[in-house]
């Protein structure tokens, strides 16, 4: 039996061409003032998704709509990190624990260098070990790189905790 998976997660919002009132750009669980927001269900951050993907695939556990349906209204402007939190119980509660992740947001804004910290903290605190962040730009080319939305792509590897 194995004692260590890894999961991908990948997860991608569009900008939201009509911003509802008050709602902020949220990524890594960090709200990014007077940018335009990501379209979504939930808060949409991409980041924390792709985060809780990857380990809910370690896990073998599904996916995040399995768990958090965005046919759900409860879920309706969920805080992602909440969700990762949540994801971090159902892959605690399955035997195993996350030895880390890594991630790469995709766009061309915003800039994240003078957020990665905070960003960081808020990710490794929900998911229950390091998260790590780094960010790329498209170059302009297709529609991340026409700035019509956000991607991230996410690795995580869990050991086992318990005995199954």
Not at 60 to 77: E, N, Y
Not at 79 to 93: K, T
Not at 123 to 146: C, D, F, I, M
């Amino acid at each position: 039996m194995t004692d260590q998976r890894v999961g991908l997660g990948v997860d991608v919002h569009p900008f939201a061409l009509e911003p509802p009132p008050g709602r902020p750009l949220v990524l890594g669980g960090v709200t990014f003032p007077g940018e335009c927001p990501l379209e979504g269900h939930s808060d949409a951050d991409v980041i924390a998704h792709a985060v809780a993907d990857a380990m809910l695939g370690a896990a073998g556990l599904g996916d995040l709509g399995a768990h958090f349906p965005d046919t759900d209204p409860s879920f309706s402007g969920a805080n992602s990190i909440e969700l990762l939190r949540g994801v971090a119980g159902l892959v605690e509660a399955a035997g195993w624990s996350l030895a880390n992740a890594d991630c790469t947001l995709v766009g061309e804004r915003p800039k994240v260098a003078a957020h990665r910290e905070e960003m960081v903290a808020r990710l490794s605190a929900a998911a229950g070990g390091p998260v790590s962040v780094k960010a790329t730009r498209p170059e302009r080319l297709g529609s991340l790189g026409r700035v019509e939305g956000l991607a991230c792509l996410a690795v995580a590897l869990v050991t086992r905790t318990a005995a199954r």
